[in-house]
T-cell receptor, first 114, second 113 residues
Framework: NSKVIQTPRYLVKGQGQKAKMRCIPE?????VFWYQQNKNNEFKFLINFQNQEVLQQIDMTEKRFSAECPSNSPCSLEIQSSEAGDSALYLC????????????FGHGTKLSVL | GEKVEQHESTLSVREGDSAVINCTYTDTASSYFPWYKQEAGKSLHFVID?????DRKQSQRLIVLLDKKAKRFSLHITATQPEDSAIYFC????????????FGKGTSLTVIP
């Protein structure tokens, strides 16, 4: 069973609505990734953190997506104004290190934008 | 940027046979190649990895081969069992200090009893 906890498992939003999902990384893992997996199983990297610091993020993330990993609180990914194309499985993963280290994935949050 | 291609989208083998899943990558700087398994209703989990300083790694029934010249790596599952049925994803990572993984599209493996 995954020790990376993602909530909620399913999220349904209307276009233009905010969508927020949370992730608790595995204990002791300072590095957190967010990926978007579409229905064709394609992974798109969104953002990653080491502790509270953003390491990398894609341009898309900078516009409608925001994410944070505050200390002593779950990490979160928020889409400010959901679009139909945002419908996907959002995967959170954590790792011990920021280089050459396996990822531990959560079950994901399946977002449906109607 | 890096692009990882996973060549078999589906694969069926008989129980006890071997299964081979092939991936190619484009960036010669990629140095870390993990494989993940996704079973129905479960999260992706790590199965095996290989680093660019070796060309073969084995963990029980799993063997990973890496051919850096051809920019190709493969997962071999020997003596397959029904519980090996799952979607397998390959990935590549550039060790730039800020790792980012590039994933293949997955291979759905069915082991027929």
């Amino acid at each position: 069973n995954s020790k990376v906890i993602q909530t909620p498992r399913y999220l349904v939003k209307g276009q233009g609505q905010k969508a927020k999902m949370r992730c608790i990384p595995e204990k002791g893992h300072p590095v957190v990734f967010w990926y978007q997996q579409n229905k064709n199983n394609e992974f798109k990297f969104l953002i990653n953190f080491q502790n509270q610091e953003v390491l990398q993020q894609i341009d898309m993330t900078e516009k409608r997506f925001s994410a944070e990993c505050p200390s002593n609180s779950p990490c979160s990914l928020e889409i400010q104004s959901s679009e139909a194309g945002d419908s996907a499985l959002y995967l959170c993963a954590s790792s011990l290190n920021r280089a050459d280290e396996r990822l531990f994935f959560g079950h994901g949050t399946k977002l449906s934008v109607l | 940027g890096e692009k990882v291609e996973q060549h078999e989208s589906t694969l069926s083998v008989r129980e006890g046979d071997s299964a081979v899943i092939n991936c190619t990558y484009t960036d010669t700087a990629s140095s870390y190649f993990p494989w993940y398994k996704q079973e129905a209703g479960k999260s992706l989990h790590f199965v095996i990895d290989i680093r660019s300083n070796v060309d073969r790694k084995q963990s029980q029934r799993l063997i990973v081969l890496l051919d850096k010249k051809a920019k190709r790596f493969s997962l071999h599952i020997t003596a397959t069992q029904p519980e090996d049925s799952a979607i397998y994803f390959c990935a590549a990572s550039l060790n730039t200090g800020y790792q980012n993984f590039y994933f293949g599209k997955g291979t759905s493996l069915t082991v027929i009893p």
